[in-house]
């Protein structure tokens, strides 16, 4: 399957195979990680792959989803790294598409102590074992061999922006409605879609409606989310024979949005 194909196939896989990966598959997807990007340039997220049976059996609770293989992202200050932490799963999980490896968000958690035994992993800190910093959490991504038939017939990309997902605020060039349709199409893990744009021209705003989440895991799982919609629209921007440019704009930051809370900006500029 081709890169670009992925984003109309893409869905989360809820049971996996305990199967291994064939090693040349393995080692495709390590290398992948190894030019892993953010979106944001001074992004200092690390990040690792982690074998099941790499997991310390003090911290089995973290991994509520079985599977051979967990995409984990270590994050300090979760209101400027969650974002990009999504936008790394999403990518990932596109990736993994290609190569029939099925993936599903499992969550965000607060950690303690170093997660695995794994001598070669991006370490967060200078000795392993020892005690993480103050409010150090990971967002894990299961995936691996899905337990049943991955690849679904392409789903049509039907749904348009409506004006519950979309406000435009002049009228919105074809090429950005073909990419933000893209965008309400990725899949999260609360089930629905939690943001919304207000599009003028090339340019778009993304709110998120964080407050109607129960928990606060459940809410911070709405930025990874948002994180993981914004390289599906990256990915579909590259289609496009555009680039997508991603900034935080602190005068909308202030801003009241009735019941959502600004997230980003972003403008889509022609290759």
Not at 51 to 72: C, D, M, N, Q, W
Not at 136 to 156: C, D, N, S, Y
């Amino acid at each position: 399957m081709e890169y670009y194909d992925a984003i109309n196939y893409r869905g989360w896989v809820k049971t996996f195979n305990e199967e291994k990966l064939d090693s040349g598959v393995e080692s495709k997807i390590q290398n992948y990680i190894k030019h892993l990007k953010g979106f944001q340039e001074d992004g200092e997220e690390k990040f690792e792959i982690i074998r099941s049976e790499e997991i310390k059996k003090a911290h089995l609770g973290l991994f509520t989803t079985k599977a051979p293989y967990y995409f984990v992202v270590y994050i300090k200050d979760l209101e400027t790294q969650l974002l990009n932490a999504g936008y790394l799963m999403g990518q990932l999980a596109l990736y993994l598409m290609t190569k029939e490896v099925g993936s599903c968000l499992v969550g965000l958690e607060t950690v303690k102590r170093y997660v695995t035994q794994n001598e070669t992993a991006y370490s967060m800190l200078e000795q392993d074992n020892a005690e993480f910093p103050e409010k150090t959490w990971v967002a894990i991504m299961a995936f691996g061999k899905p337990e049943h038939k991955l690849r679904q017939a392409g789903k049509r990309l039907r749904r348009l922006l409506s004006d519950k997902k979309c406000i435009c605020v002049t009228e919105i060039d074809p090429r950005v409605q073909s990419i933000l349709t893209v965008g309400i199409q990725a899949p999260s893990k609360m089930l629905v879609s939690p943001y919304r744009f207000v599009v003028k021209g090339t340019k778009a705003h993304i709110l998120a409606k964080a407050e109607s989440m129960m928990t606060s895991s459940q809410r911070m799982c709405v930025y990874l989310d948002c994180g993981i919609m914004l390289a599906y629209l990256g990915l579909k921007a590259e289609e496009q024979w555009m680039t997508m440019v991603v900034k935080k704009m602190e005068r909308f930051s202030e801003k009241k949005h009735n019941n959502y809370k600004y997230l980003v900006s972003l403008s889509f500029e022609d290759q």
